[in-house]
């Protein structure tokens, strides 16, 4: 390859730089925010099936947020974590997918396992990390995983699950399955090494992922100037020698399409495609954060007028697809629900201390066991200590 | 002499450095305008300029990485990891590359002007990745210091012996600690020695030795045992590498028995090895084994963090049995 470079590059006898911004690179964008559609826009593939279990998503996912916002405030759940106004982008990425592809989000991606069916109760579960959690009351709130939804359990560093994607795509295309892998990312966290490192194994070694960008402008306090100075994130999917696209994250039927699309070439070809969804993360990092301190209230407004939902909802009523009593009767619904749910899960008890210990390994190696012998010992001394447990000590 | 919290402290080290030191340089994922997420680079960028208090993109490798290089240069760099659970991508700039710099070169080159920040330690919900003490990875590798302080006063007479001393030092901060541990700290410069301990509370029956945000919980155990007439004395260790053998030995010379605690997991703890070296120097003193408690060996955990946890209660159920051993 690089002796092609070598004798095959065109030849200049005068120095000749590349401008780091010569690439330049469209944005695709279909939906407006009217609910009207660009002309000529190349529609994805949806039909009005298709098209409401999408909404009632993003629908289901505004709600959660609102509510467990509020509930953290009240101490009920320590940390949360809102998608506020970037919803388009975990929805749309699994309403373009098939149920056997693997998703491997960041964090703020609940969107695409709602959109898989992840129960209500076991959102609620989790995040009260109780005794039915999946993850068994070991994660933060937000830290979601299921296996039967093909959604691999959230991890809190950054970056890390990029380069595992490449590798959990290669093994899907080794075993001839009709399935690919989703990654989403950050633009902050696509300063990790992780993510150089994932998008050039995925390049090299030919793995049918496709690696999701979302460029919501923060990491943190830190805004995207401060994070890179090149063109976006999609400028370093042609430097990995890979497909790239940059779409309107807030618009759903782009962010639909480019998934479709990117699925479609995945698997026939056998290579990664990177999207980079330009969007804007309209809520605080964390229930941690306070925005306040960094960007100015002007800046939220303008984004607010972009909102993913609505733009959708629009489109929605256009198509003769939904109207306001409908959505009038899904919100309140949906705010019952949680309501009820929250209730419910409050309730429900810590997990068992047996809990502890197990998932290290396989099997619970013998200097573990005993020091889980010695701390029952110890809770039954000071049952006062330990009252989530003490009580259920066998 | 002024009312500070942990975080305070730390502010008023960075100050003091940077206003004194115009090669002294503070950066890190969010530690520019907003002053870090916890606030402990709060006011920094406005009173030094962008140029030398700023946001790094996300990246711990390039954090250090960058942070090496600028301490080769002879600039006092000054990096904010944002998370100890974080420090992990900088892994190999930290164990190869901070640590070694002076040996492999002969001196030619070293990055003793590094000072690496990071918050660490349990006790605050915050599951896996918010909660680790990971002090004995780096306690493996010859080269850096690894600095670790218990309250405001300690934090900032500690943290400007790091930045001055002229080694790589890594500065764990009890982030437990941050606004709960507030004490009276002058205004003014002070240092406190690297490599030395401190007897925080004299006693005569046991040791009692830990570091950090451990030290209070120690405390803690202490006072439930002198209660029943046990009296400990209590080392707060301050300086994980290199650490101070003789203030260790002699007071278990003097009390003949010795519990060690730290948040981290027992196997492969820098209890163990202090356990080791204290059993060489100390052996025909010793009237009970040396007892280690500490976090089980699993990952930190969320919803039984406490059952987890190297509590108070399990150091004093330590203390009586070394005392009835
Ligand atoms: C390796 C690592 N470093 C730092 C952090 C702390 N941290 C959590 S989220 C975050 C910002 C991430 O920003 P971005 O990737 O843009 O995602 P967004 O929050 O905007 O969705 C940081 C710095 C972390 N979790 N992991
Ligand atoms: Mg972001």
Redesign the pocket.
Known sequence: MNTDIYSESPVVHEPAFIDGHSVEIPILKILKQDGSIYKNAAMPNIDQELATKTYKTLAFHRVLDERMVAAQRQGRISFY?A?LG?EAASVGGAAGLKDQDMIMA???EQGALMFRGFSLENFMNQMFSNEKDLGKGRQMPIHYGSRELNYMTIS?????QIPQAAGYAYGQKMQGLDAVTICY??????S?GDFHAGLNMAAVHQAPVIFFC???????S?P?EE?YVGNGIASRGVGYGMKTIRIDGNDILAVIAAVQLSREYAIKEGKPVLIEAMSY?LGA??TSDDPSGYRTREEEAKWQEHDPILRMKNWMLAQGWWDEAQETALFEKLRDEVLAAVKVAEKIAKPPVEDLITDVYDQVPPLLQSQFDELKVHIKKYPQAYPFTAGRIK | MAQMNLLQAINSALDTVMAENDRAVCFG??VGHFGG?FRATSGLQEKYGKSRCFNTP?V?QGVIGFANGLAAQGSTAIAE???A??I??AFDQIVNESAKFRYRSGNEFNVGKLTIRTPYGGGIAGGL?HSQSPEAYFAHTPGLKVVVPRNPYQAKGLLLASIRDDNPVIFFEPKRLYRASVGEVPAEDYELPLGKAEVVQKGSDITLLAWGAQVEIVEKAAALAAADGISCEIIDLRTILPWDIETVANSVTKTGRFVVSQEAPLTAGFASEIAATIQQECFLHLEAPIARVCGMDTPYPLALEKEYAADHLKIYEAIKNSMTY
């Open positions: 974590m998608a970037e960041q964090y703020r809190s560093p950054l970056g890390t990312f950050g633009e902050g966290a696509a990790e979302r460029n919501n402008g923060y990491a943190i830190t995207s994070q993360r990092h964390s | 994922e969010d997420v996300l711990e990891i944002q998370f659970d974080y992990f991508p990745y």
